[in-house]
């Protein structure tokens, strides 16, 4: 079955510290894969996207992930954590069975940025 | 770009009532919009996917007298919930994806919060 996981319910970083966020899939083919951000009370903003191409992606607000297809993994960075980017952040992978662009979701990960 | 707004952003009614929620694309043409659910610090809940000009195809579990999705033009969705109840309580955000914008790329309006008394 295609799933997303997000091992880690919460992450904590100094603020200025590198921040990774983790994610692994499971799908059957070529994954499209998904990062975004979610704000209190907000919807989701898109972060960014690996579709093929480079395996280093790089997004909005100084986000890059990188897909390594070996570890089915699609990571979440930042060389420099800010104390506004804690939110709460999805991996999300597209359902290759669904020809309407349906998107799998992980659990999500609660990023905290400390001063 | 890719702008996706919803109205109202929260909604506050009487149980038994029905509450309709809007989801417009502003800035290009969304062939596909979705319906999702949230409950507090959880993931997203897919309810139903639906095309422009097309009946909408709900998720397994979600009644689809209940929750009424209508996808009429290229920029508008509505999901009607009827004869709302307190369990019907929750955060729905809607999100968009088409032509103008990034096809393969959904794209998320800021969610309307709806309390049931």
């Known amino acids: 079955a295609q799933s997303v996981a997000q091992p880690e319910d919460q992450v904590n970083v100094a603020e200025g510290n590198p921040l990774t966020v983790k994610c692994t899939y499971s799908?059957?083919?070529?994954?499209?894969l998904f990062w975004y951000v979610q704000y209190p009370n907000r919807g989701l903003q898109f972060l960014l996207k690996y579709i093929t191409g480079d395996n280093l992606v790089k997004g909005s607000y100084g986000f890059e992930a990188e897909f390594n297809k070996s570890q089915t993994s699609f990571h979440l960075k930042k060389p420099s954590a800010l104390v506004s980017d804690s939110a709460l952040y999805f991996c999300?992978?597209?359902?290759?069975?669904?020809?309407?662009?349906?998107?799998?979701f992980g659990q999500g990960t609660t990023l905290q940025v400390k001063p | 770009g890719a702008v996706v707004s919803q109205h109202p952003s929260w909604v506050i009614c009487k149980s038994g009532t029905s509450v309709k929620i809007e989801c417009r694309s502003l800035?290009?043409?969304?062939?596909?919009m979705f319906w999702y659910r949230q409950f507090p610090k959880q993931s997203l809940m897919l309810m139903a996917t639906s095309n422009e000009g097309s009946k909408a195809t709900y998720e397994q579990g979600v009644e689809k007298d209940k929750f009424l999705i209508n996808h009429a033009s290229l920029t508008l969705s509505t999901l009607t919930v009827t004869s709302a109840h307190p369990e019907d309580s929750s955060f729905y955000i809607c999100s968009a994806s088409g032509r103008g914008a990034s096809t393969d790329t959904q794209y998320f309006g800021p969610g309307t919060r709806l309390t049931v008394l």
């Open positions: 799908v059957s083919g070529n994954p499209y």
């Open positions: 800035d290009f043409q969304a062939t596909t």
């Open positions: 999300a992978v597209r359902d290759p069975s669904s020809n309407t662009g349906k998107l799998i």
